[in-house]
């Protein structure tokens, strides 16, 4: 008994490396205050608030490109708008997640470089997020698939 299986792809490997960094993203550091004029430095990363469906979805991403390997047939779940409606989904709680962080005056723009270096997870989030949605996009445009 022989089992044939459908090469990965580019855009499913895309779909689980965006997933693969969008967990790394959330492990790292997304916004810090203080630490300066004696005041204690906080912080926090991608496990609070809405950003937890981000790191949510990044799993559920890489459970949905294993699937059809991990069970040896093709899964119906494996199509283009399933990986839309989780990019569309990560997004809204990231983009909430930084509506709340606004709110709470996290961000300060007294220094503009200070954005960047002070919240790198928040950056990296963002960039595996571009990539989950590419790869949504290359998916729907297989021939054969929508």
């Not at 496990?47 to 093709?74: D, K, M, Q, W």
């Amino acid at each position: 008994m022989s089992m044939h299986r459908r090469p990965l792809g580019r855009a499913r490997l895309l779909a689980a490396l965006g997933a693969v960094v969008i967990v790394a993203g959330c492990l790292l550091r997304w916004w810090s205050v203080g630490g300066s004029d004696g005041l204690p430095a906080l912080s926090g990363n991608g496990f609070e608030g809405f950003s937890l469906v981000v790191f949510i979805i990044a799993l559920a991403t890489v459970a949905l490109v294993t699937l059809p390997y991990a069970t040896g047939r093709p899964v119906g779940g494996d199509r283009w708008l399933v990986y839309a409606v989780l990019a569309a989904a990560a997004w809204a709680g990231f983009l909430i997640r930084i509506v709340d962080l606004a709110g709470l005056r996290v961000f300060t723009f007294e220094q503009p470089m200070e954005v960047f270096t002070r919240g790198p997870g928040l950056w990296v989030t963002g960039i595996g997020l571009v990539m989950l949605a590419r790869a949504a996009y290359d998916i729907w445009r297989e021939p054969g698939l929508r």
